[in-house]
């Protein structure tokens, strides 16, 4: 969908939801779906910790699949 269409319908959801029913204007899966399930929970990025963005890839510190040892799993 449009970025503007969202922001139409934001912008005029007071009149549009007096203008259609309930089954138009509710999410339909509430009933049957958990958000919280699906989507988990949402996490904030705190200043003092750094962001998922500067994390830095050293390959040769990488543990990949094969390469981890028997060990640190007993």
């Given at each position: 969908?449009?970025?503007?269409?969202?922001?139409?319908?934001?912008?005029?959801?007071?009149?549009?939801?007096?203008?259609f029913?309930?089954?138009?204007?509710?999410?339909?899966?509430?009933?049957?779906?958990?958000?919280?399930?699906?989507?988990?929970?949402?996490?904030?990025?705190?200043?003092?910790?750094?962001?998922?963005?500067?994390?830095?890839?050293?390959?040769?510190?990488?543990?990949?699949?094969?390469?981890?040892?028997?060990?640190?799993f007993?």
């Amino acid at each position: 969908m449009p970025p503007e269409n969202i922001t139409l319908v934001r912008k005029r959801w007071k009149n549009l939801a007096k203008i259609f029913s309930a089954p138009v204007t509710e999410n339909p899966l509430d009933a049957v779906a958990d958000l919280l399930e699906e989507r988990g929970l949402p996490f904030e990025e705190l200043f003092e910790i750094g962001t998922d963005a500067e994390i830095e890839w050293i390959d040769y510190q990488a543990l990949i699949g094969h390469d981890i040892p028997d060990t640190e799993f007993h």
